[in-house]
């Protein structure tokens, strides 16, 4: 008994508390922000087989805002536009270089671009040509960056591992300043947006430093430090904040409180190596503003988007190789990241594209910045009146119009010039009756028509002729066309002989005077018809020394011109003259 009673229980037990089955756990979806929307909105194109590390990346800033990839002793140019249609291959590359290219910088017109290399050397280059316009050679260790500033077409910066920064004349190949300070390597640099005087550099040392080239004693105006090596650092597009990057974090300064630290961010799991600024065009409410955020990429494969107005990361994107190198160009529409293994994830904004106008589709509530800069100018700001003709008038503006100009043909502008004979060879020889006989016509009112007959050679003169037999019989042109006729007949007469090309001409001319007379006669018959036969044939007997008001017709009054200017012109002498010529 002992032992059943042992057995109930677990008999029991065994049905009342069953095992239940393992759920799986589900997959955690976070809602897409329309911040990541559209970062996402980016089609991301690769560009491989660069052979070594991307260690500059910049965009030109002038349109269609080229962009420039830095990597082993080459520096190549890409096309944003061609990155829509999958073509990935460099429009042109220069590689007139003794070291590995350590940076790369355009001017701020577009037109050119300078490069620094590990041997020490700077070079400025011709961007359409490749042309090496400059070389300047005074840093006695190898060159880790090179600047053009943004307000200033005539200098340069360049600093490197002699921790000396030069500020170069550009024209005069000479150094202006050496800026001592840093006591390691100086690794990058960037210039304020608001003033060509001033610019921030970081190294090796820890510390970022900004520069005043008016300080007379050479020494820098204010100093932070970041507490790692310094890899990057930027002016923030207010000119009063920069950020650096270093370690694993990227901070924000505050230059104009004395170098206060704002916030840091510390999102990254290896070094960050490359930052830059990004805008974008958010709606918030229907009313449209500009936000920047910052670019952050690191040896960990990531790229993140720091939004400094609200102090966070608003996106994180992943790539399956350490990250050495990111720029955003200046019309939001493209973003390119260089790795370390070569490759260069380019990103193009998706979206039809306005060429003509510079407007780019509005997509997801993102527009580019050429509109927003638009909108958002004042009459107070000095670029208010600077605005372009595609500028819609807002409001208590008063419009000036002007007239558009009118295109002249060749043939008017000819005739603006006087050279009457050109114009009328060039307007016979677009073949247009309308244009020949204005132009005829506007001679006649000048009085040099009958100069220009006279002045024509024989490939001229049966340009004239090959239209004449064409339009002289027509009643809308007969009342010029038929008296220019027999002007051209008897002032070259002796050139017609003596040319075989003009005989046939003059051939094709009789037919159709033939053509002409047969139809006249035709429809004077049948007027004749109503009254009597043995009329009509003594009329047509005499037609040489017929009269004008003798023609009782219903034809219309040009018809009646051309028929009269036949008969008087071809009866009987004018046609024993025309046989005489074959």
């Not at 291959?89 to 701020?108: K, Y």
Request: positive net charge.
């Amino acid at each position: 008994m002992a032992e059943i009673r042992a057995e109930e229980p677990a008999s029991t037990i065994s049905k009342t508390f069953l095992i239940k089955p393992k759920l799986k756990s589900k997959p955690r979806s976070l809602p897409q922000t329309p911040e990541s929307k559209y970062w996402s909105s980016f089609k991301s194109t690769k560009i491989p087989n660069l052979v070594s590390s991307i260690s500059s990346l910049s965009f030109s800033p002038s349109p269609p805002h080229l962009f420039a990839a830095a990597y082993s002793a080459s520096v190549s140019l890409f096309s944003p536009l061609s990155l829509s249609d999958g073509d990935v291959s460099p429009s042109s590359t220069i590689s007139s270089f003794s070291d590995v290219v350590s940076s790369i910088s355009f001017r701020n017109d577009g037109l050119l671009l300078a490069a620094s290399d590990l041997s020490g050397l700077v070079q400025v280059f011709d961007v359409k040509t490749r042309t090496p316009l400059r070389r300047l050679r005074s840093h006695t260790r190898p060159v880790r960056f090179v600047k053009y500033p943004v307000l200033d077409k005539l200098h340069l910066l360049s600093g490197g591992d002699d921790a000396v920064v030069k500020f170069w004349d550009v024209a005069g190949e000479s150094v202006v300043l050496d800026l001592m300070g840093h006591k390691d390597y100086v690794r990058c640099c960037d210039c304020s947006p608001v003033s060509p005087d001033l610019f921030v550099t970081g190294s090796y040392d820890h510390t970022v430093k900004v520069w005043d080239v008016r300080v007379e004693n050479s020494r820098s105006v204010l100093e932070v430090n970041h507490g790692k090596p310094v890899e990057d650092v930027i002016y923030l597009p207010s000119g009063g904040l920069i950020a650096t990057a270093g370690g694993n974090s990227v901070k924000i300064w505050d230059l104009i409180g004395g170098g206060r630290m704002v916030y840091s961010m510390e999102g990254h799991n290896k070094t960050v190596t490359s930052i830059c600024v990004g805008r974008v065009r958010k709606e918030n409410d229907g009313a449209e503003s500009m936000e920047d955020r910052i670019l952050s990429v690191g040896l960990d494969g990531y790229m993140k988007v720091f939004d400094f107005g609200n102090m966070k990361v608003t996106h994180s994107m992943r790539f399956p190789a350490p990250l050495m190198s990111v720029s955003f160009s200046p019309d939001c529409r493209t973003r390119v990241i260089g790795t370390s293994n070569g490759i260069i994830f380019a990103g193009r904004r998706k979206g039809k594209e306005n060429v003509e106008s510079g407007r780019v589709g509005n997509v997801l509530g993102f527009e580019s910045i050429s509109e927003s800069e638009r909108r958002v100018l004042k009459p107070t700001y000095f670029r208010y009146f600077h605005r372009g003709q595609s500028e819609k008038p807002t409001e208590g503006d008063y419009l000036v119009m002007r007239n558009k100009k009118i295109k002249l043909a060749e043939h008017d502008k000819l005739l603006k010039k006087f050279r009457h004979k050109d114009a009328l060879v060039s307007v016979l020889s677009r073949k247009n009756r309308e244009n020949v006989v204005a132009v005829m016509e506007e001679l006649v009112a000048r009085k040099k028509l009958l100069k220009c007959v006279s002045n024509l050679d024989s490939d001229e003169l049966g340009l004239l002729l090959t239209f004449l037999s064409k339009n002289a019989t027509m009643p809308r042109y007969s009342s010029l066309l038929m008296g220019l006729t027999k002007k051209v007949i008897e002032m070259r007469v002796e050139d017609i002989r003596n040319s075989d090309a003009l005989k046939g001409h003059i051939r094709n001319l009789k037919r159709s005077i033939e053509e002409e007379l047969r139809i006249q006669h035709s429809l004077q018959e049948i007027q004749a018809l109503g009254t009597s036969r043995a009329s009509s044939v003594n009329l047509f007997s005499g037609l040489g020394n017929l009269h004008l008001p003798s023609l009782q017709t219903s034809l219309t009054p040009a018809a009646l011109l051309t028929s009269a200017s036949l008969i008087l012109m071809f009866g009987n002498k004018s046609r024993m003259a025309f046989v005489n010529f074959f």
